[in-house]
């Protein structure tokens, strides 16, 4: 038998309890960044190329369920068992506001146009708050059928789509009405939720199936059965023609998005696989476990040498840089005693 060649991800240590949630920022003029949410209730900011450590936002007294950023990635918002919604600045990672809820937030989301944030939880209810205005009353739309998910916008933020815990299917609701328009109906309750960066598709996980929607006529495009129950799923943002799928199996699947091949099998989380994104120029994904460790990975194949490890911003307090792009994020962002570590790479192994 060929001995493949395995994929050699870089591993991004820091936190203390399962990662729960990822996003990447789009390319901004300072590069793209990752944030991750995790129950150890404080979520980090990294380079999103390098995994490089940023900082740490630190105020939940719970677990930290959702993360997200601005389309700038100037600030970012998290969802958390605390019973609130935060809102961060991401250049110094002190926190703007905080949005109480009467239960656990699940799901947050920043509008397009970065003036509008959307949180969805146990209380099955949509709110948004205006962050021109932090202080006013959210406008609530209060008859989701169960305990919100995930939750997204779409449609140059006239649409905004949620799931639920509970009970199967996407619903999208038209945000002048406040009412649901259309029901993505599946088997399962949708685990993940994603809109494709050019807006034609969404990505849905729920059971053992990761399903393809227009976006726009809301049809079925591909449906795929999945070699076990994926928790996430991503689509390749640059092509469109691969997907990544992740869950109870501890493996990060790469599929053909045409046929539904598996094309690879990333091995290497001790724990099950709760997300996985794709970065915005498709060339890398990463995946958060059970485990606590974010695992990036690139799409391509890869030569990786002894040293080509990006530099670590160890426990020192010292921030180093890969990149002069990302230098101004990291200026003032306060270190905090929980450091994350530098990446590494993984000897290859099929562990």
Not at 24 to 29: A, E, F, G, K, Q
Not at 278 to 290: D, L, M, Q, R, V
């Amino acid at each position: 038998m060929d001995k493949k060649k395995v994929a050699v991800p870089l591993v991004c240590h820091g936190h203390s309890r399962p990662v729960v949630d990822l996003f990447y920022s789009p390319v901004t003029p300072d590069g793209y960044f990752l944030i991750s949410a995790s129950k150890d209730s404080t979520p980090m900011l990294r380079n999103g190329e390098t995994g490089d450590w940023i900082g740490t936002f630190e105020g939940h007294k719970g677990a930290v369920w959702s993360c997200c950023l601005d389309t700038n990635a100037l600030r970012a918002a998290s969802g958390s068992a605390d019973f609130s919604a935060k809102l961060w600045d991401a250049l110094t990672g002190d926190e703007l506001h905080s949005f109480e809820h009467k239960h656990i937030v699940r799901a947050c989301a920043f509008s397009e146009d970065t003036h509008l944030l959307l949180t969805g939880g146990f209380e099955k209810k949509l709110r948004i708050f205006d962050l021109n205005r932090p202080d006013a009353p959210p406008r609530e739309v209060d008859n989701s059928p169960g305990s919100i998910r995930t939750v997204a916008w779409l449609h140059s933020d006239q649409t905004i789509l949620s799931s639920c815990t509970d009970i199967g299917g996407v619903r999208l609701w038209d945000i002048r009405s406040g009412k649901i328009v259309q029901t993505l109906e599946t088997k399962s309750p949708v685990t993940s939720a994603e809109v494709s960066q050019d807006g034609r598709y969404i990505t849905t996980a729920d059971g053992s199936m990761v399903k393809f929607w227009d976006a726009n006529h809301f049809g079925l495009v591909k449906s795929y059965n999945m070699p076990c129950n994926v928790e996430s799923a991503s689509l390749e943002p640059k092509f469109g023609n691969k997907f990544v799928a992740g869950g109870e199996d501890m493996w990060v699947h790469l599929f053909d998005f045409h046929t539904g091949e598996e094309i690879g099998c990333n091995k290497g989380h001790h724990g099950p696989v709760h997300c996985v994104r794709f970065a915005p120029g498709g060339e890398s994904y990463a995946s958060g476990s059970e485990d606590g460790t974010i695992r990036i990975w690139q799409t391509g194949p890869a030569n990786h040498e002894e040293n080509d490890s990006a530099p670590g911003n160890g426990p020192t307090g010292k921030v180093k840089v890969s990149a002069d792009d990302v230098a101004h994020k990291i200026e003032g962002f306060h270190i905090s005693s929980k450091e994350g570590k530098a990446p590494e790479k993984e000897k290859g192994t099929d562990a």
